[in-house]
C-alpha cells in the first residue's frame, strides 16, 4: 500500500490509505489488518480518523500484536499510544537527519544526491561507519564549459548567449536535457562551483575542488543576481525591447511600453499603466538612432574604463581580503564565547562591532561593482563596435546599454514629424566608468 510514498512527510497524500478509509465508510470493508501498526500510520492525526471510522462502523483493526479494539477506552488508548510512538520516531528520525546535515554542511561534505553539472561522484569506503560514501570530483569536460561560460559572461554575454553556446558545443545537462537560458543561469551563480557550500545562512569551504574562484563567483552573483528555485514548467522572462525600462515620456516622465500596431513595434505612453497616453514613437528609427548615439560614446568610455581597470579590481581585492579577515574574526569569536574565555554579552558586544566592519566593507565592495560597466566590447573603432554589437543577443545588447545609458528621454514632436535628434530625444547618460 502506497510503496515508495512516506507516510512521515507532512502535506504527502496517501492515495491507497485515503482509498481504504473510504471503503471503510462504504461498506466494502469490515477489519483493516497491518503487519505492525507503525506501517498503518504514522501521525496521532491518522490514528484519529481510523478510529472516528471504526466507532461509526464496527471495523475491527489488528497486527502481529493482535486485535485492537476501538469501541473500548483501553483500545483506543492502546491504539493512540501507538501512533504517538510512531510520531516520535519519525520526528526523532527526522531531527537526526537535519542535525547530519547540518554537520555535513559545517564541515564542508558533499551531503549526497544527483551528480551536479561539472563534477563526477566519487565512491570511497567511510571507515567510521562501514559504508561506501561518495565525494565529488571534477568532470573535466563540464568544468571547461563552466569556466568558459564564466569568462563570457565576464567579458559581456548573457546567460542565453552561454546556453546556446553550450547547446553547439553538444554540452547537456547531467540527466541528458538541452541547457535552457534558465539552467545556465542556474549552474552559474551556484556557490558549488566556487567550492563553497551554504551552512546556517553563509557559505563555508566545501571539500571539493572549486572549478572558478570565490571572486569569479561574487561577480557572477553581481550579474545575474542570486541563486534561486524556478518554479518547475514556469514562465521564462525574455526580453522583447532593447529600449525597455530605459525609454522615459519627455512629456510626464512615465516609462514608456511597447506596443504593435499596423505590424510595426512603437513605445508608447500607456494610460492603462498610468501615463499620459501622449507619446508614441516608431521603435525601429528609435532604437537605430540611440544605438547610433551609443557607439559613438563607446572608444572614449572604454579607453577610460580601461585606464581605471586595475585600479578597479586591486581595490576590489583587498576589501574582498578585507571582508574575508573581519568574516574569520567573527567565526573565532564563537570559540571564545564556546571555550568559556568570554562570557555572553562580551561576545554579543564584540560581534555586533565587527558585523558593523563587515557591512561596510559589504557596501563599498557593492558600490565598486556597481560603478564599474560588466558588460564590455572590446573593438576601438566604430566598425568594430558595430560588429560587436550586431553578434550580441537581444538581451546582452540592452545590458551593454543599461552600462552606460542612465534614461532616454523621448519628447513629443509636431504632428507629421518622425525625425529622431537631439531635440526630440535626450540621452541620460551614467558617469563615465
Known sequence: MDDNRSAWKEGIRRDDFERMLGDVRAGRLDAIVSWQADRLLRTVVDASAIVAIAKQHGTLVANVGGELDLSTAAGRKKFYDLAMAAEYASDLASERLKLKHAELAADGHWQGGPRPFGYDLEPYPDIASGRVRYRLIVNEAEAKAIQEGAKA??????????????????????????????????????????????????????????????????????????????????????????????????????????????????????????????????????????????????????????????????????????????????????????????????????????????????????????????????????EELQAEWEALDLEEQHSLLGDHVKRILVKPVGRGRHRIDKESVEIIWRQAP
Not at 209 to 231: D, F, N, S
Not at 294 to 304: A, C, G, I, V
Open 153 to 382: 559572461l565576464l567579458e559581456g554575454r548573457g546567460a542565453a548567449g552561454v546556453a546556446k553556446q553550450w547547446t553547439k558545443d553538444g554540452i547537456r545537462t547531467t540527466t541528458g536535457k538541452a541547457i535552457t537560458q534558465v539552467k545556465a543561469r542556474e549552474i552559474l551563480v551556484s556557490p558549488r562551483i566556487a567550492g563553497l557550500r551554504r551552512s546556517d545562512g553563509k557559505l563555508v569551504q566545501a571539500n571539493w575542488p572549486a572549478i572558478i574562484t570565490r571572486e569569479q563567483h561574487e561577480e557572477l552573483v553581481a550579474i545575474l543576481g542570486p541563486q534561486r528555485r524556478q518554479r518547475p514548467g514556469g514562465p521564462t522572462s525574455h526580453r522583447k525591447r532593447l529600449l525597455g525600462g530605459l525609454a522615459f515620456c519627455g512629456r510626464c516622465g512615465h516609462r514608456l511600453t511597447g506596443k504593435v500596431s499596423f505590424d510595426r513595434r512603437r513605445y508608447y505612453c500607456d494610460p492603462k499603466q498610468g501615463g499620459c497616453g501622449g507619446l508614441v514613437r516608431a521603435a525601429e528609427p528609435l532604437e537605430a538612432w540611440v544605438v547610433s548615439r551609443l557607439l559613438l560614446e563607446l572608444p572614449e568610455r572604454l579607453l577610460e574604463a580601461a585606464r581605471r581597470a586595475p585600479e578597479e579590481w586591486e581595490t576590489l581585492g583587498r576589501l574582498m581580503t578585507a571582508r574575508q579577515t573581519e568574516e574569520d574574526r567573527l567565526e573565532g569569536l564563537a570559540d571564545l564565547l564556546a571555550d568559556g574565555t568570554w562570557d555572553r554579552p562580551t561576545y554579543l558586544r564584540q560581534k555586533k562591532r565587527v558585523q558593523v566592519r563587515i557591512n561596510d566593507l559589504e557596501a563599498k565592495i557593492s558600490h565598486l561593482r556597481a560603478a564599474a560597466p560588466r558588460r564590455r566590447i572590446k573593438g576601438a573603432t566604430i
